[in-house]
């Protein structure tokens, strides 16, 4: 339960003061009915108007999180494992914006704000991703440009991308590929290594557009700055 002025302001629609303002010159309804008395206890599920308009019912909140291995990317698990969710502390109700393999690490966002997150999911907007992929056995250059070129996946062409070979190592016979693309199917990286024989042994999410792990180690996340929320909304 919330006094309605903050409310109010919490959801960004104006100041504290301004919204009581407006709650003391009848502008304010809560669940239909105009609510003059300042302090009004409101909670998530009442419907508030404020000049006739519905406001959101929640402060927009946005998380990076550097996501662990075993580790669903969902708000909850039918199977009982541990999703994204249990690991950030909010009553928010937020979710993550796109998905990682339960064995995938690295870089994921969750929000509650609809619309950057559909921004961010549109296939149109290019968002770019990056990974660096280990895969058993030499990654050869022709493959290389395979891939980023584009290959058919079930029956469509990816977009072009970018493989590269980062690093082969001779001990464990294995090779390090940084992967940027831009789409985001299903198991997409996994699956075109895989259609050229790489078996992919470790996947991890290093970039999203410009946002990195920086100093996060696993497990840990922060929260994003005003200013990088803004940056992902200019990327439509
Ligand atoms: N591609 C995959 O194959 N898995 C992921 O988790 C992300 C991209």
Partial sequence: MERLQKYISECGVTSRRKAEDLILSGKVKVNGEVVKILGTKVNKSDIVEVNGKVIEGEKKEYYLLYKPREVISAISDNHKRKVVTDLIDTKARIYPIGRLDYDTTGIILLTNDGTLSNILSHPSHDITKEYIAKVKGFFKKEDATTLSNGIILNGIKTKKAKFKLDRYDKKTDSSYIKVIITEGRNHQVKDMLSSLGYKVLKLKREKYAFL????????????????????????K
């Fill in 212 to 235: 990195t792990l920086d100093k996060l180690k696993s497990g840990e996340y922060r929260p994003l700055t005003i200013k990088e929320v803004k940056a992902l909304y200019s990327l």
